[in-house]
């Protein structure tokens, strides 16, 4: 048996890292040197391709630390086979700096936009399985709350998949579902 405690600091730690290492891509060029402050301002607006990645990211992040967080269980340990699953989970999150570098560099690539919204997917999958599996999980708005979020996401990373094969210009934005979570957690409580 494992103590929920120290999996809920390795949980917070992983987060914590993997959300300040998404930024480390968005960044000006070094051979940029702007004359003025307008070459500075087209440079940074330049950068787009790649701070919409970095936005997406770090919401999906927050949103599932967040859910994570949320999770009500009164079980005080956990056995083998579900930290075996919340690893996993983990190992997905730490990954995301990755799979975010590779869709901010090569957006206008299917097979970019394929890997970022799969790992997206496979996250979401994920967190609904540890759900399910979670011992003596409290029921409650709590609970269909942070369920619906996980269908969102997982909903979002699909329409992002299917926007790939129509346009690539607009694959992403399928993701920016993402941002409605919070009013349909507050909208579920009413």
Known sequence: MYPKARLD????????????????????????????????????????????????SFTVLGLRWIAGIEIRSRAEYYDRAY??????????????????????????????????????????????????????LEPGDHLRAKQMGAILLVGSALLTIILSFVDLRIAMWGLALNFVQPVIARWGRR
């Open 83 to 136: 930290v075996n699953l919340w690893l996993f989970y983990l190992l997905l999150i730490t990954c995301v700096p990755f799979s975010t570098i590779v869709v901010g560099r090569y957006a206008s690539l299917a097979p970019a936009v394929w890997l970022y919204a799969g790992h997206i997917l496979l996250i979401a999958l994920v967190s609904m399985r540890m759900m399910a599996l979670t011992p003596h």
């Open 9 to 56: 600091a390795l949980h917070d730690g992983i987060f914590s890292v993997a959300m300040t290492l998404l930024v480390l891509d968005v960044r000006l060029p070094e051979e940029f040197h702007p004359r003025d402050g307008a070459e500075l301002w087209q440079g940074i607006g330049n950068l787009w391709p790649k701070f919409l990645p970095y936005i997406l």
